[in-house]
């Protein structure tokens, strides 16, 4: 089955403690990204990538860090997680512009408290 | 900056038309898309637009005009699976914008 999937699903930290947020997708998609939803505010972009070892900022990018390394994975990594991050995360991918609409499938996102 | 604005909430009746307002102000634009997300779930694909027009899709329709930076999802004869938020999107040329979702409580 085609998807994106995200781990770990729920998480509750403690102020500074290094976590990481893994995603993975199985449609050799080239873009990934990743976007944080608080109500009120909608869906935000934190970062995307549009290929391998391609990343760049999106609306939101302070205080998390990406990497892709391989083209299915695209792990979303806090360093030193503070309590406004606490939110709820997707990550999607897609085929990217060149395949014409850039339609993105999404995770079925992450619940992350930091207290 | 960039801005995408839809009303918070609506309300409307089995079997019955809605229409979903967004208007856009972006520095660019590659396309606008709708999403559906159910309370708990994860946005799925509704619909695209790039050109002005309509797009239709079964029951699900979507217009755009892009010098007026708008564009409505019409939803007709409503299902109470319909109750859902409808989220519009932007696509900047890979940075995505979405708006704050538009609740739509479908009663019988």
């Known amino acids: 089955e085609a998807q994106v999937t995200q781990n770990p699903r729920y998480l509750i930290t403690v102020t500074g403690k290094k976590l990481t947020v893994t995603c993975s997708q199985n449609m050799n998609h080239e873009y990934m990204s990743w976007y944080r939803q608080d109500p009120g505010l909608g869906l935000r972009q934190i970062y995307y990538?549009?290929?391998?070892?391609?990343?760049d900022k999106g609306d939101v990018p302070e205080g998390y860090k990406v990497s892709r390394k391989e083209k299915r994975n695209f792990p979303l990594i806090l360093e030193s997680p503070s309590p406004n991050q606490t939110s709820l995360y997707f990550c999607a991918s897609s085929l990217g512009q060149m395949e014409g609409a850039n339609v993105l499938t999404f995770g079925a996102g992450s619940r992350l408290t930091v207290l | 900056g960039q801005n995408i604005d839809q009303p918070t909430e609506m309300t409307a009746t089995e079997g019955a038309i809605v229409q979903i307002n967004c208007t856009y102000q972006t520095s660019g634009f590659n396309g606008l898309f709708w999403y559906q997300q159910h309370a708990g779930e994860a946005p799925t694909f509704l619909s695209y637009n790039v050109l002005d027009g309509l797009e239709e899709k079964g029951r699900f329709s979507s217009f755009l005009s892009r010098s007026k930076g708008y564009s409505y999802l019409l939803l007709k004869e409503l299902q109470m699976k319909d109750s859902a938020s409808y989220l519009c999107?932007?696509?900047?040329?890979?940075?995505?914008?979405f708006g704050s979702g538009t609740k739509l409580n479908v009663k019988p």
């Open positions: 999107a932007v696509d900047n040329f890979n940075k995505f914008y």
């Open positions: 990538s549009m290929n391998v070892e391609v990343t």
